[in-house]
């Protein structure tokens, strides 16, 4: 079984501040890992994703990820936070193999302060 | 990029009736839908996996003679949700993959319909 856990069901940053939001995994078998972004009443917008190549993963509007296997992490970190960074964030892992099923961390709303 | 598309964005049914929800990935050919649950401020919950021309294949716990589910083609899958009660008032979201990405796991997906059952 496969499961992320993201630390912190709330976050809170500065505009231009930095952004870390954390999430740790756990799989019987190297993983997939995602973050996910949305919007209120809206569906998920991929971010990034990690599939066993660079650990360093850069994804969209700045924001990127680095999985490391000794510590079962996969942090989201964005250097500068913007208001428009204000949303909900979803960790999310899947086995390779298989219908590659996809489970979700609870999320973790990010609110940026002006 | 691969769009994946809901209708309808918002229902409000009365209790007893059934709703239909439809999922169509709009550039791409899905072999492979899913169909998830959202309640407020909580994750999503994969309710279950829709696969072209077979059964779905549900997650423990959902019913499957109350949230029935068709794969009709390669580009559309509906979520029937049948004699609702306001309990499955819910955010239905649903992702298809595209089985020329490689394998690489990644779902698309759809903005979500809003169900009010009154």
Not at chain 1, 18 to 37: A, H, Q, T
Not at chain 1, 80 to 101: I, L, T
Not at chain 2, 90 to 101: G, V
Request: with cysteine; aromatic share 10%.
């Amino acid at each position: 079984a496969q499961s992320v856990t993201q630390l912190g069901s709330h976050v809170s940053v500065s505009e231009g501040a930095l952004v870390l939001l954390r999430c740790n995994y756990s799989s019987s078998v190297p993983p997939y890992l995602f973050w996910y972004v949305q919007y209120p009443n809206q569906g998920l917008q991929l971010l990034l994703k990690y599939t066993s190549a660079a650990t360093l993963v850069k994804g969209i509007n700045g924001f990127e990820a680095e999985f490391k296997k000794s510590e079962t992490s996969f942090h989201l970190t964005k250097p500068s936070a913007h208001m428009s960074d204000a949303a909900e964030y979803f960790c999310a892992v899947s086995d390779p193999g298989g219908y590659q099923k996809v489970t979700f961390g609870t999320g973790t709303k990010l609110q940026v302060i002006p | 990029g691969a769009v994946v598309s809901q209708h309808p964005s918002r229902v409000i049914c009365k209790s007893g009736t059934s709703v239909k929800i439809e999922c169509r990935s709009l550039d791409f050919q899905a072999t492979t839908m899913f169909w998830y649950r959202q309640f407020p401020k909580q994750s999503l919950m994969l309710m279950a996996t829709s696969n072209e021309g077979s059964k779905a294949t549900y997650e423990q716990g959902v019913e499957k003679d109350k949230f029935l589910i068709n794969h009709a083609s390669l580009t559309l899958s509906t979520l029937t949700v049948t004699s609702a009660h306001p309990e499955d008032s819910s955010f239905y979201i649903c992702s298809a993959r595209d089985p020329l990405a490689g394998g690489q796991g990644e779902q698309y997906f759809g903005p979500g319909t809003r169900l009010t059952v009154t």
